[in-house]
């Protein structure tokens, strides 16, 4: 059985930055980070493959976001500068564990496995 851990949320004033950090127990091929705000669905933010070869993120996140992954230390992260308060929501580390694919997956179906989140407040 898979664990996610998700850390290092919290408040952040418009334009500054804060690294999440998804640590992981257990196997994990491709991973991801979703968001999900207060009367909104979850939504995609950024993923990345098992090898952490190819990345891939959501329009609005692209230049801002970047994710990044360290398999020795079965680490995830996710670096978000210049945050606006439109992305203040709780955000998740998310893993596939049972078998390796292609291309990370873009929807939250083509994981298997979730931490609890992280709260991110961006304020003005």
């Known amino acids: 059985q898979v664990q996610l851990v998700e850390s290092g949320g919290g408040l952040v004033q418009a334009g500054g930055s804060l690294r999440l950090s998804c640590a992981a127990s257990?196997?994990?091929?491709?991973m991801g980070w979703f968001r999900q705000a207060p009367g909104k669905e979850r939504e995609f933010v950024a993923a990345i493959s098992w090898s952490g070869g190819s990345t891939h993120y959501q329009d609005s996140v692209k230049g801002r976001f970047t994710i990044s992954r360290d398999n020795a230390k079965n680490m995830l992260y996710l670096q978000m500068n210049s945050l606006k308060p439109e992305k203040t929501a709780v955000y998740s580390c998310a893993a596939v564990t049972s078998h390796p694919s292609w291309q990370p997956s873009l929807m939250p179906a083509g994981y298997d496995h979730w931490g609890q989140g992280t709260q991110v407040t961006v304020s003005s």
């Open positions: 257990g196997r994990t091929f491709s």
